[in-house]
């Protein structure tokens, strides 16, 4: 039984950041160092979660739809995954969260922040991550990166103008409470943001 204090890591970035390579970077480095790890993601991480977000990545609804869906599935990804997780000491990574709503539902589509931030309170009732590693690159070199990729979602399908106002939302959400994130400048080679990124997890603690 492992008695330490769960940890709750989020990593977030517009589409094309290198989030993914990442998030194996991080798992790997935390597995090494013994952890019991729970890796996962938004919107998604329960049957009902990851039935939502295949509705949210490939049918069209407007902005008050596509927050209510990924809150849904928030809520039910908290209540079954992520808390009884955090409450056996294990270290939860997550792929996205609340942030991406924000940048996403908030920025890129213009809807209401103030009724996100209602939905925000009610579904996570003061539960937030403990570190939020932000991949920020220029949307033009993200979009160039994702070119060659597979069929495009909902948002990968969105313009370099939309990914600006993703990536401004995501800064300001780390202006509101910058001493939860780390901002990783992702426009490097895949060594160098890896390096950036393992300093960074050490520093903070959750190496
Ligand atoms: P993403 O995390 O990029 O997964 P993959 O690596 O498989 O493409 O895809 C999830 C998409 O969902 C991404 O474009 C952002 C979007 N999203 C929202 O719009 N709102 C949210 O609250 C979350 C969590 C994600």
Not at 23 to 47: K, N
Not at 118 to 138: A, K, N, S
Request: proline fraction near 5%; charge should be negative.
């Amino acid at each position: 039984m492992n008695q330490g204090k769960g940890r709750f890591v989020t990593v977030e970035g517009i589409d094309g950041a290198g989030k993914t390579t990442h998030l194996r970077t991080i798992e790997q480095a935390w597995r090494e160092a013994g952890h019991e790890v729970v890796c996962t993601r938004e919107p998604g991480g329960t049957p009902v979660a990851e039935s939502l977000r295949e509705m949210v990545l490939h049918q069209p609804m407007d902005p008050l739809t596509e927050s209510l869906l990924v809150f849904a599935a928030r809520r039910d990804h908290l209540g079954q995954v992520i808390e009884p997780a955090l409450a056996r000491g294990a270290w939860v990574l997550c792929d996205r969260f609340t942030d991406a709503t924000f940048a996403y539902q908030g920025g890129g589509r213009g809807f209401d922040e103030a009724v996100l931030s209602q939905l925000e309170q009610w579904v996570q009732q003061g539960r937030q991550p403990d570190v939020t590693i932000l991949f920020d690159l220029p949307p033009a070199v993200a979009a160039a990166r994702l070119r060659d990729a597979r069929a495009p979602d909902r948002f990968e399908a969105q313009d370099v103008a939309f990914f600006e106002r993703v990536r401004q939302g995501y800064l300001r959400r780390q202006a509101a409470d910058p001493g939860r994130f780390v901002v990783v400048q992702a426009d490097r080679t895949p060594d160098e943001v890896g390096a950036a990124l393992l300093a960074a997890l050490r520093e903070r603690g959750v190496a």
